[in-house]
Nanobody, 124 residues
Framework: QVQLVESGGGLVQAGGSLRLSCAAS????????MGWFRQAPGKEIEFVAA????????YYSDSVKGRFTISRDNAKNTVYLQMNSLNSEDTAVYYCAASPHLSGSYYAREYEYWGQGTQVTVSS
């Protein structure tokens, strides 16, 4: 069992930045690929970014590539999402997820554990 708690969301102006954190507890974190997903009101959940177990491989959706950066600190059992150049289309609830696999995935069905989510609102 892995418990995930996201933090760092909030209200930011367009063009601004936020850093989300996801603290993991429970089963060993360092062998799990991790991902960030988001869901805007009335829309399906959307892949944002993922990172493999040792942080050497990163995956991004086209909509955030070049603006967002995923990273992890296995010593702290934490994964981060640095979000820059935010715009109104980034407004959503952001979820952290843990995969039972070593490599990250673009697909929500590949992730076994999910956090409660943190709201990110970008004002224009």
């Amino acid at each position: 069992q892995v418990q995930l708690v996201e933090s760092g969301g909030g209200l930011v102006q367009a063009g601004g930045s936020l850093r989300l954190s996801c603290a993991a507890s429970g089963r060993t974190f360092s062998t799990n690929a991790m991902g960030w997903f988001r869901q805007a009101p009335g829309k399906e959940i959307e892949f944002v970014a993922a990172i493999n177990w040792n942080g050497e491989d990163e995956y991004y959706s086209d909509s955030v590539k070049g603006r967002f950066t995923i990273s992890r600190d296995n010593a702290k059992n934490t994964v981060y999402l640095q979000m820059n150049s935010l715009n109104s289309e980034d407004t959503a609830v952001y979820y952290c997820a843990a995969s039972p696999h070593l490599s990250g995935s673009y697909y929500a069905r590949e992730y076994e554990y999910w956090g409660q989510g943190t709201q990110v609102t970008v004002s224009s």
